[in-house]
């Protein structure tokens, strides 16, 4: 008013006189605040003008965290007017506050694990508490023990008398409960708790020095610490300038698009010569977000330095810790076993060993053990040596997890270290650091209960990992790169170039709630909520270069909302990218592949790196290439036995006819499928069973007689039964996948008596899993069988061939062209240089509970086909082996399901 009113009296020309002196002698009065307020009313400022003019004014600056303080401080030296300035004059808000707190000489402070300790006492003592704890259910106590050591801090406040006043009277006793008992246990143990300290300024304060607490908005208990100390001369509180209404948010359709954009903007600068420290990134949701940006940008090459680290619990040296107690809490589950047992971040001695026992025991379906008691482990494996190495390490973990103490924690560790870890453990691996990190926290915890006077606690490992889980680390970079900061530390940061994601509705919140733990119905201003998102957005828009803020409406864990402040102030801008035009690197590789027109995109490092490796190598035209070429003469050698003859199996044969090159991969590489999953339903495992119980069956029973049906259910029953508790014990694979089992299975496998009556009527079992084999220079046939049955006993010269499928057969009749040989051969099998004739070869369907016969008699014309197409098959396969063509037959019907699919270089193999 004034201003105004000082203009409206003075002449145009005196007025500009005025304006004139005014401004000149702004430029020298730095100190004024008058002139600090003119300034900052006349011109627009950004985050370098901002804090340069406090550096101007001689000011100790006091920034929000300490990384912007440094940070400033290197941006001064190189921009400001005096290019130098003493470390001294920018510190971080804690740093600050902690002038004014009271020191304690002969008293400790209170931390996470001391309160943790004090809660445990509290409970252990029989705790007066009725509003937190509920009498009735003792076990949720220790659940409830980490929400009361986080209220511990807070306490103070919410016991003053207005908070009180408005509480339910049972909240109101527990809360006074907890102050008086935390206070008598402070006392008691000489420690004291950081945020009951009212701050003050010492008698010995230095009242020439002038300090500016900057971004003064953004710090949540900056204007409380400035009334608490009586706002003195020596403190300014300057609030973050007014933000810059051009920058506007970008809204992109999901994190992905957010993120991949992003990354694209940052590789054409880095194209374009701008340096890594130019650039600086932020993100909230960081425990979700940074690992694809991790690996995002690996896929750009782009190098980034994440500056705050993650989770002890999440590398891999820490993670063995979490795995232990995983294993335990799981009760030897096998998928926590194989986490454990596999995991290549730990240096085990033994790992084949690891292996062998996994494969085990999935081959037995173990799916789980147990703590006490019967384990499957034990009774079912089959293999002494792994059984009793298995309780060995079953009963390390055990001893483990349940130890009390420290030092007991410490050797029992140590023993387990010593028995199942090379001799070196972590030393001179990527983990080293971090391990040792986690024993110094094992002397952290044991430091507290010494302080405490705690001499044990149940199971004190699991309270090590809650202790673990809320601290972070972070690698030493040797590297430089991309800094990337979290939300909201990064608001106040300056850089060239500025990237801030996800900025949604939700993640962009910044709200201090010191007693959150109070009910919501209760007046708002009691719960001293301080927001300070406005203040954290006015940040984030200044600055010296280009800023780029933007958000996603979507990701995995569901739909997101766009934060208010730029919905309010119309600054929101919908990302369109053109679906016509490909501008993104990797998605031109994909173009190229699908079209073969190379787009007009600039390929990144990595594809350059990735093309140059692959010219030597996948794309080079090589002679060894046995999808596409013949294999060498000393390679066919290495195909025979040591008689000169290749061996073939029904099973081999087969898969010959699918595709010679798996065949190759198979019995030239020896290369096996290995299985680590145990699947719901093992098919395979169920299969054997039942192929144990007829074996089982007929073996008994040998000449079958249609009058006795009733009691041959009764016996396959009781097979059934006894088989199955071989292969499962006596509660495997699960209760329910048990039931299951014996619900679809058990009347089934009676089925085949009606079935045996129509065909085998008074035949005579004689053979069962027997293994033939016949020399047919230079092939040697083998084969399995799983049941022969004579037709005529006791002369055994007609017999029939029988195959037991859990599911339906591959053939279901003889045809031009047969997808599976395995009866032919059979036949081949028994008949060759043998007076025995082949009369039937059945395959038995338990699923469908009916035969299905290829033959039924010696001269079926089917006999004859079949015989017909394996002679000529045998021939053709011959001069195929001889002649080394053993290349890929590709197709969609048998790449789909080939193990060898990462070997073979062919078309269905790069889908």
């Given at each position: 008013?004034?201003?105004?009113?000082?203009?409206?009296?003075?002449?145009?020309?005196?007025?500009?006189?005025?304006?004139?002196?005014?401004?000149?002698?702004?430029?020298?009065?730095?100190?004024?605040?008058?002139?600090?307020?003119?300034?900052?009313?006349?011109?627009?400022?950004?985050?370098?003008?901002?804090?340069?003019?406090?550096?101007?004014?001689?000011?100790?600056?006091?920034?929000?965290?300490?990384?912007?303080?440094?940070?400033?401080?290197?941006?001064?030296?190189?921009?400001?007017?005096?290019?130098?300035?003493?470390?001294?004059?920018?510190?971080?808000?804690?740093?600050?506050?902690?002038?004014?707190?009271?020191?304690?000489?002969?008293?400790?402070?209170?931390?996470?694990?001391?309160?943790?300790?004090?809660?445990?006492?509290?409970?252990?003592?029989?705790?007066?508490?009725?509003?937190?704890?509920?009498?009735?259910?003792?076990?949720?106590?220790?659940?409830?023990?980490?929400?009361?050591?986080?209220?511990?801090?807070?306490?103070?406040?919410?016991?003053?008398?207005?908070?009180?006043?408005?509480?339910?009277?049972?909240?109101?006793?527990?809360?006074?409960?907890?102050?008086?008992?935390?206070?008598?246990?402070?006392?008691?143990?000489?420690?004291?708790?950081?945020?009951?300290?009212?701050?003050?300024?010492?008698?010995?304060?230095?009242?020439?020095?002038?300090?500016?607490?900057?971004?003064?908005?953004?710090?949540?208990?900056?204007?409380?610490?400035?009334?608490?100390?009586?706002?003195?001369?020596?403190?300014?509180?300057?609030?973050?300038?007014?933000?810059?209404?051009?920058?506007?948010?970008?809204?992109?359709?999901?994190?992905?698009?957010?993120?991949?954009?992003?990354?694209?903007?940052?590789?054409?600068?880095?194209?374009?010569?701008?340096?890594?420290?130019?650039?600086?990134?932020?993100?909230?949701?960081?425990?979700?977000?940074?690992?694809?940006?991790?690996?995002?940008?690996?896929?750009?090459?782009?190098?980034?330095?994440?500056?705050?680290?993650?989770?002890?619990?999440?590398?891999?040296?820490?993670?063995?810790?979490?795995?232990?107690?995983?294993?335990?809490?799981?009760?030897?589950?096998?998928?926590?076993?194989?986490?454990?047992?596999?995991?290549?971040?730990?240096?085990?001695?033994?790992?084949?060993?690891?292996?062998?026992?996994?494969?085990?025991?999935?081959?037995?379906?173990?799916?789980?053990?147990?703590?006490?008691?019967?384990?499957?482990?034990s009774s079912l494996l089959g293999d002494g040596v792994l059984q009793r190495w298995y309780e060995g390490l079953k009963q390390s973990i055990i001893a483990i997890v349940q130890a009390e103490d420290i030092e007991d924690l410490r050797r029992k560790i140590n023993h387990f270290q010593d028995t199942y870890f090379i001799p070196t453990q972590w030393v001179d691996t990527p983990g080293e650091d971090v391990y040792a990190f986690c024993l110094d926290a094992m002397a952290q915890v044991k430091d507290a209960m010494e302080k405490t006077g705690i001499t044990s606690y149940p199971r004190i490992f699991s309270f090590l990992l809650s202790f673990l889980q809320n601290k972070r680390y972070v690698f030493q970079q040797k590297n430089e790169g991309i800094a990337v900061y979290r939300w909201p530390q990064v608001s106040a940061l300056s850089a060239d170039y500025l990237f801030i994601l996800a900025l949604d509705q939700e993640g962009s919140r910044c709200i201090e709630r010191p007693l959150e733990f109070l009910p919501q119905q209760i007046e708002k201003a009691l719960h001293r909520e301080v927001d300070t998102t406005d203040a954290q957005f006015r940040c984030a828009t200044l600055g010296e270069g280009k800023r780029f803020l933007s958000c996603h409406m979507r990701r995995y864990e569901g739909e997101l909302m766009v934060p208010s402040h730029f919905l309010q102030h119309n600054r929101l801008t919908m990302y369109e990218g053109d679906p016509n035009v490909i501008t993104d690197p990797l998605a031109a590789e994909l173009f190229l592949y699908k079209h073969a027109v190379l787009p007009d995109v600039k390929a990144t490092a990595s594809q350059k790196n990735w093309f140059l490796a692959a010219k030597k190598t996948v794309l080079s035209e090589r002679a060894d290439d046995y999808t596409r070429h013949t294999i060498k003469p000393d390679l066919i050698a290495r195909l025979k036995d040591e008689q000169g003859r290749f061996h073939f199996s029904p099973t081999g044969i087969d898969q010959f006819d699918h595709c010679p090159y798996a065949w190759l991969a198979r019995y030239l590489y020896g290369l096996t499928t290995e299985e680590y999953e145990v699947q719901p339903v093992d098919h395979q495992r169920i299969g054997m069973f039942l192929h144990s119980v007829y074996q089982r069956f007929f073996s008994e029973i040998r000449d079958y007689d249609p009058k006795q049906i009733e009691m041959y259910q009764e016996r396959l029953y009781a097979l059934f039964d006894e088989c199955l508790v071989s292969y499962y014990g006596q509660r495997g694979p699960s209760p329910s996948m048990r039931s299951w089992i014996i619900a679809s299975y058990k009347e089934k496998v009676a089925s085949i008596l009606d079935c045996e009556a129509a065909l085998f009527a008074h035949g005579r079992s004689i053979a069962f899993e027997v293994k033939y084999e016949v020399a047919q220079y230079p092939l040697l046939i083998n084969g399995r069988i799983d049941r022969v049955v004579s037709l005529n006993p006791p002369g055994n010269t007609r017999l029939a061939v029988i195959d037991y499928k859990k599911g339906v057969p591959e053939v279901k009749r003889a045809s031009e062209h047969l997808e599976s040989f395995q009866l032919p051969i059979y036949r081949f099998l028994l008949t060759h240089d043998s007076d025995v004739s082949v009369a039937n070869a059945s395959y038995y369907s338990v699923k469908d509970e009916k035969y299905y016969t290829l033959w039924a008699h010696e001269d079926d014309p089917s006999a004859l086909l079949c015989e017909e197409q394996l002679q000529q098959r045998l021939e053709s396969l011959l001069d195929a082996v001889q002649g080394g063509h053993l290349m890929a037959t590709p197709s969609k019907k048998h790449c789909g399901t080939c193990p060898y699919r990462s070997l073979c270089r062919r078309r269905y193999a790069t889908l």
């Open positions: 008013m004034a201003r105004a009113m000082l203009k409206a009296e003075f002449p145009a020309s005196l007025s500009f006189c005025i304006k004139f002196l005014l401004g000149f002698s702004m430029t020298y009065a730095h100190r004024t605040h008058k002139h600090d307020i003119l300034q900052r009313m006349s011109l627009p400022q950004t985050k370098r003008s901002y804090v340069h003019q406090a550096f101007d004014q001689g000011l100790i600056c006091v920034f929000p965290t300490e990384v912007a303080a440094r940070s400033y401080l290197v941006d001064y030296a190189l921009h400001g007017k005096n290019h130098a300035i003493l470390a001294e004059r920018a510190i971080s808000y804690d740093t600050f506050r902690g002038y004014f707190l009271p020191h304690h000489e002969t008293m400790a402070p209170a931390n996470s694990l001391t309160r943790q300790l004090f809660i445990h006492q509290l409970l252990e003592s029989g705790s007066l508490l009725r509003y937190f704890l509920n009498p009735t259910y003792p076990e949720m106590n220790n659940r409830v023990k980490g929400y009361l050591a986080k209220l511990l801090p807070s306490l103070r406040d919410a016991c003053e008398e207005e908070v009180l006043s408005n509480l339910d009277s049972a909240m109101q006793t527990d809360l006074l409960v907890l102050y008086g008992q935390y206070q008598q246990f402070l006392d008691e143990h000489q420690l004291f708790e950081p945020r009951y300290e009212r701050p003050s300024i010492p008698g010995d304060w230095d009242n020439s020095k002038a300090y500016c607490i900057l971004f003064s908005d953004t710090s949540p208990e900056a204007a409380s610490l400035y009334d608490q100390l009586g706002r003195p001369s020596f403190m300014e509180l300057r609030p973050s300038p007014e933000e810059d209404s051009s920058v506007f948010l970008e809204v992109f359709p999901n994190h992905l698009v957010e993120i991949k954009q992003t990354l694209k903007r940052v590789r054409e600068l880095l194209d374009a010569g701008v340096e890594t420290h130019q650039i600086v990134i932020g993100s909230t949701a960081a425990e979700i977000l940074m690992d694809v940006l991790r690996e995002e940008a690996m896929l750009y090459g782009i190098p980034l330095t994440i500056r705050e680290g993650k989770s002890v619990l999440a590398y891999s040296s820490g993670r063995f810790f979490s795995l232990l107690q995983e294993v335990y809490d799981e009760q030897f589950s096998l998928e926590s076993l194989k986490s454990l047992l596999l995991d290549p971040g730990i240096p085990w001695a033994e790992g084949e060993k690891h292996r062998r026992f996994i494969k085990r025991a999935v081959g037995q379906s173990v799916m789980h053990g147990s703590l006490y008691g019967e384990d499957q482990y």
